[in-house]
Protein backbone atom coordinates (compact mmCIF):
# COMPACT_ATOMS: atom_id res chain seq x y z
CA UNK A 1 0.00 0.00 0.00
CA UNK A 2 0.90 3.85 -0.71
CA UNK A 3 -0.24 5.60 2.18
CA UNK A 4 -1.09 9.28 1.05
CA UNK A 5 -3.17 12.10 3.30
CA UNK A 6 -4.79 15.33 2.07
CA UNK A 7 -3.36 17.12 5.04
CA UNK A 8 0.34 16.62 3.93
CA UNK A 9 0.22 19.52 1.35
CA UNK A 10 -2.59 21.50 3.23
CA UNK A 11 -0.67 23.46 5.62
CA UNK A 12 -0.59 27.00 5.63
CA UNK A 13 3.03 28.62 4.74
CA UNK A 14 4.28 32.47 4.73
CA UNK A 15 4.69 33.57 0.39
CA UNK A 16 7.55 31.99 -0.85
CA UNK A 17 8.53 29.62 2.20
CA UNK A 18 11.01 27.04 1.48
CA UNK A 19 9.36 23.74 1.92
CA UNK A 20 7.28 22.76 -1.36
CA UNK A 21 4.54 21.84 0.64
CA UNK A 22 2.35 21.19 -2.04
CA UNK A 23 4.46 18.32 -4.18
CA UNK A 24 2.54 15.66 -1.50
CA UNK A 25 -0.53 15.96 -3.28
CA UNK A 26 0.66 17.30 -6.95
CA UNK A 27 2.87 13.39 -6.50
CA UNK A 28 -0.41 11.79 -5.28
CA UNK A 29 -2.26 13.02 -8.49
CA UNK A 30 0.37 11.99 -10.78
CA UNK A 31 0.11 8.44 -9.54
CA UNK A 32 -3.19 8.52 -9.76
CA UNK A 33 -3.10 8.02 -13.61
CA UNK A 34 -0.02 5.67 -13.07
CA UNK A 35 -0.52 1.54 -12.26
CA UNK A 36 0.02 2.20 -9.01
CA UNK A 37 -3.16 3.80 -8.36
CA UNK A 38 -4.66 0.93 -6.99
CA UNK A 39 -2.41 0.41 -4.21
CA UNK A 40 -2.84 4.32 -2.81
CA UNK A 41 -4.63 4.55 0.53
CA UNK A 42 -5.44 7.21 2.86
CA UNK A 43 -3.93 6.35 6.60
CA UNK A 44 -6.67 7.03 9.09
CA UNK A 45 -4.33 6.58 12.12
CA UNK A 46 -2.96 9.43 14.19
CA UNK A 47 0.24 9.05 16.21
CA UNK A 48 -0.38 9.28 19.79
CA UNK A 49 2.17 11.33 22.47
CA UNK A 50 3.07 7.93 24.16
CA UNK A 51 4.38 6.78 20.59
CA UNK A 52 6.19 9.93 20.09
CA UNK A 53 7.86 9.97 23.15
CA UNK A 54 9.64 6.49 22.71
CA UNK A 55 11.71 8.54 20.98
CA UNK A 56 11.32 12.21 22.39
CA UNK A 57 11.56 14.11 25.32
CA UNK A 58 8.03 14.37 26.56
CA UNK A 59 8.31 17.99 27.69
CA UNK A 60 9.49 18.77 23.89
CA UNK A 61 6.14 16.32 22.85
CA UNK A 62 4.35 18.51 25.06
CA UNK A 63 5.42 22.18 24.25
CA UNK A 64 4.73 21.50 20.57
CA UNK A 65 1.66 19.84 21.01
CA UNK A 66 0.05 22.59 23.29
CA UNK A 67 1.84 25.84 20.77
CA UNK A 68 4.17 26.37 23.47
CA UNK A 69 7.46 26.29 21.91
CA UNK A 70 9.97 29.13 22.00
CA UNK A 71 10.31 31.58 19.46
CA UNK A 72 13.91 30.15 18.95
CA UNK A 73 12.89 26.68 18.86
CA UNK A 74 9.92 27.57 16.16
CA UNK A 75 12.77 28.79 14.19
CA UNK A 76 14.65 25.62 14.01
CA UNK A 77 11.90 23.88 13.35
CA UNK A 78 11.16 26.24 9.96
CA UNK A 79 7.41 26.05 10.29
CA UNK A 80 5.53 28.32 11.89
CA UNK A 81 3.51 26.90 14.44
CA UNK A 82 -0.27 26.02 14.02
CA UNK A 83 -3.39 23.24 14.63
CA UNK A 84 -3.15 22.47 10.56
CA UNK A 85 1.24 21.68 11.60
CA UNK A 86 0.28 19.58 14.48
CA UNK A 87 -2.38 17.29 12.55
CA UNK A 88 -0.11 17.05 9.26
CA UNK A 89 2.86 15.58 11.74
CA UNK A 90 0.77 13.17 13.74
CA UNK A 91 -1.14 12.33 10.75
CA UNK A 92 2.58 11.47 8.77
CA UNK A 93 4.37 9.81 11.70
CA UNK A 94 0.98 7.20 11.62
CA UNK A 95 1.12 6.57 8.33
CA UNK A 96 5.31 5.45 9.12
CA UNK A 97 3.64 3.32 11.56
CA UNK A 98 1.07 1.63 9.58
CA UNK A 99 3.22 1.53 6.53
CA UNK A 100 5.73 -0.05 8.40
CA UNK A 101 3.44 -2.75 9.74
CA UNK A 102 2.17 -3.35 6.50
CA UNK A 103 5.58 -3.86 5.06
CA UNK A 104 6.97 -6.56 7.64
CA UNK A 105 3.92 -8.48 7.01
CA UNK A 106 3.75 -7.70 2.54
CA UNK A 107 7.28 -7.33 1.38
CA UNK A 108 7.09 -3.47 0.70
CA UNK A 109 4.85 0.01 1.58
CA UNK A 110 5.37 3.51 1.31
CA UNK A 111 4.20 6.50 2.83
CA UNK A 112 3.82 9.78 0.50
CA UNK A 113 5.40 12.02 3.11
CA UNK A 114 7.60 11.18 6.41
CA UNK A 115 11.96 10.90 6.34
CA UNK A 116 11.78 13.58 8.77
CA UNK A 117 15.44 12.64 9.86
CA UNK A 118 16.69 16.18 11.41
CA UNK A 119 14.45 15.93 14.21
CA UNK A 120 16.57 14.84 17.33
CA UNK A 121 15.05 13.97 20.89
CA UNK A 122 14.69 16.98 22.21
CA UNK A 123 14.16 19.22 19.65
CA UNK A 124 13.02 20.00 15.86
CA UNK A 125 15.50 21.31 13.08
CA UNK A 126 15.22 21.40 8.99
CA UNK A 127 11.66 21.07 8.56
CA UNK A 128 11.59 17.95 10.81
CA UNK A 129 9.48 17.59 14.04
CA UNK A 130 9.79 14.38 15.13
CA UNK A 131 11.45 11.30 13.49
CA UNK A 132 9.39 9.04 12.21
CA UNK A 133 11.40 6.70 10.76
CA UNK A 134 13.24 5.72 14.24
CA UNK A 135 9.78 6.21 16.14
CA UNK A 136 8.82 3.15 13.66
CA UNK A 137 12.41 1.70 13.99
CA UNK A 138 11.86 1.41 18.29
CA UNK A 139 8.27 0.16 17.87
CA UNK A 140 9.27 -2.62 15.91
CA UNK A 141 11.99 -3.48 18.65
CA UNK A 142 9.65 -2.73 21.58
CA UNK A 143 7.00 -4.35 20.27
CA UNK A 144 9.06 -7.74 19.33
CA UNK A 145 8.48 -7.21 15.77
CA UNK A 146 11.92 -7.56 14.86
CA UNK A 147 15.51 -7.87 15.66
CA UNK A 148 17.36 -5.93 13.52
CA UNK A 149 16.39 -2.60 11.64
CA UNK A 150 18.38 -0.97 9.49
CA UNK A 151 17.61 2.51 8.77
CA UNK A 152 18.61 3.32 4.70
CA UNK A 153 18.85 7.20 4.89
CA UNK A 154 19.43 8.01 1.32
CA UNK A 155 18.43 11.79 1.27
CA UNK A 156 21.32 14.14 0.51
CA UNK A 157 21.41 15.70 3.69
CA UNK A 158 23.21 13.46 6.77
CA UNK A 159 20.09 11.93 9.28
CA UNK A 160 22.01 13.60 12.28
CA UNK A 161 19.00 13.42 14.26
CA UNK A 162 18.60 10.13 13.56
CA UNK A 163 22.24 9.68 14.70
CA UNK A 164 21.32 10.94 18.12
CA UNK A 165 18.34 9.18 18.72
CA UNK A 166 19.66 5.74 17.82
CA UNK A 167 23.07 6.05 18.83
CA UNK A 168 22.80 3.35 22.15
CA UNK A 169 20.18 1.05 20.05
CA UNK A 170 22.29 -1.74 19.47
CA UNK A 171 19.33 -3.19 17.55
CA UNK A 172 18.78 -0.41 15.10
CA UNK A 173 21.57 0.26 12.45
CA UNK A 174 21.74 4.16 11.20
CA UNK A 175 23.51 3.90 7.67
CA UNK A 176 23.69 7.82 6.09
CA UNK A 177 24.70 8.20 2.13
CA UNK A 178 24.89 12.26 1.89
CA UNK A 179 26.76 15.09 0.84
CA UNK A 180 29.99 15.58 2.99
CA UNK A 181 29.35 19.73 2.19
CA UNK A 182 26.33 20.14 3.23
CA UNK A 183 23.46 20.82 5.83
CA UNK A 184 24.13 19.90 8.93
CA UNK A 185 27.14 21.69 9.33
CA UNK A 186 27.74 19.72 12.43
CA UNK A 187 27.16 15.71 11.39
CA UNK A 188 26.55 13.32 14.41
CA UNK A 189 27.84 9.60 13.85
CA UNK A 190 25.97 7.17 12.67
CA UNK A 191 26.61 3.28 12.38
CA UNK A 192 27.77 3.61 9.30
CA UNK A 193 27.92 6.79 7.46
CA UNK A 194 29.38 7.41 3.68
CA UNK A 195 30.75 10.79 3.26
CA UNK A 196 30.38 11.93 -0.95
CA UNK A 197 31.97 14.89 -2.08
CA UNK A 198 30.22 17.57 -3.80
CA UNK A 199 29.65 17.08 -7.47
CA UNK A 200 29.67 13.43 -7.27
CA UNK A 201 28.32 11.24 -9.93
CA UNK A 202 25.76 8.23 -11.09
CA UNK A 203 28.62 5.62 -10.97
CA UNK A 204 30.58 6.87 -7.49
CA UNK A 205 27.15 7.24 -6.07
CA UNK A 206 25.56 3.62 -7.38
CA UNK A 207 28.72 1.91 -6.31
CA UNK A 208 28.55 3.25 -2.89
CA UNK A 209 25.33 2.51 -2.32
CA UNK A 210 25.97 -1.22 -3.23
CA UNK A 211 28.95 -1.40 -0.98
CA UNK A 212 26.85 -0.02 1.23
CA UNK A 213 24.16 -2.16 1.29
CA UNK A 214 25.80 -5.57 1.24
CA UNK A 215 28.13 -4.64 4.40
CA UNK A 216 24.81 -3.71 6.32
CA UNK A 217 22.95 -6.76 4.89
CA UNK A 218 26.06 -9.07 5.36
CA UNK A 219 27.10 -8.09 9.40
CA UNK A 220 23.52 -7.34 10.55
CA UNK A 221 20.94 -9.74 8.69
CA UNK A 222 18.09 -6.79 8.79
CA UNK A 223 14.72 -8.33 9.62
CA UNK A 224 12.94 -5.32 7.63
CA UNK A 225 14.71 -1.80 5.99
CA UNK A 226 13.06 1.54 6.30
CA UNK A 227 14.11 3.32 3.43
CA UNK A 228 14.31 7.51 3.23
CA UNK A 229 14.17 7.80 -0.27
CA UNK A 230 15.02 11.75 -0.92
CA UNK A 231 14.86 13.50 -3.83
CA UNK A 232 17.42 15.74 -3.02
CA UNK A 233 20.05 14.05 -4.72
CA UNK A 234 19.31 14.75 -8.19
CA UNK A 235 21.77 17.37 -9.80
CA UNK A 236 19.19 20.27 -10.02
CA UNK A 237 18.07 19.96 -6.50
CA UNK A 238 18.44 23.72 -5.13
CA UNK A 239 20.21 22.50 -1.83
CA UNK A 240 21.79 18.95 -3.08
CA UNK A 241 25.63 19.80 -4.59
CA UNK A 242 25.46 16.06 -5.85
CA UNK A 243 25.23 15.45 -9.63
CA UNK A 244 23.05 12.55 -10.22
CA UNK A 245 21.05 12.48 -13.18
CA UNK A 246 17.05 11.66 -13.18
CA UNK A 247 18.20 8.06 -14.25
CA UNK A 248 20.50 7.67 -11.17
CA UNK A 249 17.99 8.70 -9.04
CA UNK A 250 15.80 5.68 -11.11
CA UNK A 251 18.94 3.75 -10.71
CA UNK A 252 19.26 4.12 -7.05
CA UNK A 253 15.74 3.05 -6.30
CA UNK A 254 15.59 0.01 -8.52
CA UNK A 255 18.67 -0.98 -6.61
CA UNK A 256 17.26 -0.67 -2.91
CA UNK A 257 14.46 -2.28 -4.07
CA UNK A 258 15.68 -5.27 -6.20
CA UNK A 259 18.30 -5.90 -3.01
CA UNK A 260 15.63 -5.81 -0.31
CA UNK A 261 13.69 -8.34 -2.86
CA UNK A 262 16.54 -10.48 -3.35
CA UNK A 263 17.32 -10.96 0.24
CA UNK A 264 13.93 -10.58 0.86
CA UNK A 265 13.79 -8.24 3.54
CA UNK A 266 10.47 -6.30 3.74
CA UNK A 267 11.20 -2.58 2.86
CA UNK A 268 9.33 0.05 4.08
CA UNK A 269 9.80 4.11 1.82
CA UNK A 270 9.23 7.28 2.85
CA UNK A 271 9.67 10.43 0.48
CA UNK A 272 12.12 12.55 2.11
CA UNK A 273 13.56 15.96 1.22
CA UNK A 274 13.26 17.70 -2.51
CA UNK A 275 13.83 21.35 -3.13
CA UNK A 276 12.95 22.88 -5.93
CA UNK A 277 11.00 25.92 -6.95
CA UNK A 278 10.10 23.88 -9.92
CA UNK A 279 7.45 21.40 -8.37
CA UNK A 280 6.59 20.00 -11.72
CA UNK A 281 10.39 18.87 -12.29
CA UNK A 282 10.84 17.95 -8.35
CA UNK A 283 7.54 15.52 -8.15
CA UNK A 284 9.06 14.25 -11.42
CA UNK A 285 12.32 13.24 -9.30
CA UNK A 286 9.90 11.80 -6.60
CA UNK A 287 7.65 9.57 -9.06
CA UNK A 288 11.12 7.90 -9.63
CA UNK A 289 10.81 5.47 -6.16
CA UNK A 290 7.17 4.44 -7.71
CA UNK A 291 8.57 3.85 -11.52
CA UNK A 292 10.90 1.45 -9.74
CA UNK A 293 8.23 -0.04 -8.21
CA UNK A 294 7.49 -1.15 -11.38
CA UNK A 295 10.28 -2.46 -12.22
CA UNK A 296 11.60 -4.15 -9.60
CA UNK A 297 7.79 -5.83 -8.65
CA UNK A 298 5.71 -5.87 -11.64
CA UNK A 299 3.48 -8.91 -10.73
CA UNK A 300 2.53 -6.47 -8.27
CA UNK A 301 2.34 -3.26 -9.39
CA UNK A 302 2.00 -3.72 -13.39
CA UNK A 303 -0.94 -5.55 -12.89
CA UNK A 304 -4.70 -5.62 -11.28
CA UNK A 305 -4.87 -5.58 -7.62
CA UNK A 306 -6.50 -8.68 -5.81
CA UNK A 307 -9.88 -8.10 -4.77
Not at 57 to 64: G, S, T
Not at 142 to 171: P, Y
Request: proline share 5%; net charge negative; hydrophobic share 35%.
Amino acid sequence: MLFYHPCYSDLSLPPRHRFPINKYRLLYQQLTHSSCAQWLTQSQRIATPEQLTVCHDAHYVAQFLDGTLSAGAIKRMGFPWSPQLVERTLRSIGSTLEATELALNNGFAANLSGGYHHAFSDRAAGFCIFNDLAIAARTLIKNGQADTVLLLDCDVHQGDGSAEILKSDTQIITCSLHCEQNFPKLKQTSDYDFALPTGCSDDTYLATLDDALNLCTRLHQPDIILYNAGADIYHRDELGHLDISLEGVLARDIQVLHHAKQHQIPLMAALGGGYQRNISRLVEVHQQLFVALQHVWPERFNTPRPQ
